[in-house]
């Protein structure tokens, strides 16, 4: 790459390039983002984002665009912007209502986007909300069942959302499915065991396979499946 950082973003778009955002090095916040071309095996320097972040999130868009929330400069961000491929930029969107860093942000099956969780910096946050990419608007959703951050939110064939583990005072091993039809969060069944700073991948088969990650101080070397 051509700078180095740790705690940022890489988003595969849909052009086959990947774009990789913000994050800190060993002096400073970074605003700076840079594209990898696999044809060439190089790295680019593009337009720098509005504001330096790290532990934010960078979502895809259905139309192309690509959607950073959140994070921290320090402070938690509220701000979100978005990167138009065609034009090399990056413009401000909408805020987010809750101030978050540490979070997820899921394409959902209607391209609108769900953002879950989170730290503001104090509080580990159960609060959600969705962004209408049509609109460039937010909208409180409902709450989760827990608050939790460090956590994963993958989402299923059929549409719904699945939440898994992370971090609320101590590691979680609860789990819970978000209906984009009701707008509504249940439990289901809990991990072996709890873990956060984790992955989740959806496999062909529909399944979500749960990898690694931290039960309280010790690094996780099992995987499940839901």
């Known amino acids: 790459m051509m700078n180095a950082r740790t705690w940022h973003t890489a988003s595969v778009l849909t052009n086959g390039t ?13 605003s700076s983002a840079e594209l990898y071309d696999p044809s060439t095996g190089s790295w680019t320097t593009i337009s720098s984002m509005n504001n330096s972040r790290l532990y934010h999130t960078a979502t895809v ?15 938690s961000l509220n701000s979100a912007e978005l990167y138009d491929l065609l034009t090399g930029t990056w413009i401000m969107t909408g ?19 769900l953002v879950t969780g989170g730290s ?16 460039g608007l937010w909208t409180v959703a409902n709450n ?9 939110a993958s989402v299923l ?22 209906d984009r039809s009701t707008g509504t969060w249940a439990m289901v069944s809990n991990m072996n ?23 309280d101080s010790t690094i996780v070397n099992s995987a499940e499946l839901f």
């Open 61 to 75: 868009l259905a139309n192309g665009k690509v959607l950073v929330t959140g994070g921290s400069n320090g402070s």
């Open 95 to 113: 805020n987010i209502n809750v101030a978050r860093e540490q979070h997820t942000a899921t394409l959902l099956t209607n391209r609108n986007v």
């Open 144 to 152: 989760m069942n827990s608050g939790r951050y460090q956590h994963v």
């Open 120 to 135: 503001n910096g104090s509080f580990v946050l159960s609060s959600t909300e969705l962004y209408d990419p049509s609109a």
């Open 157 to 178: 064939t059929n549409g719904q959302v699945l939440a898994t583990g992370g971090w609320y005072n101590i590691s979680l091993d609860s789990t819970e499915l978000y």
């Open 193 to 215: 065991p709890a873990r956060y700073r984790h992955t989740g991948s959806i496999l062909a088969s529909g399944q979500v396979l749960i990898t690694g990650g931290w039960d």
């Open 18 to 30: 990947v774009i990789v955002t913000g994050g800190s090095n060993s002096y400073s916040l970074q």
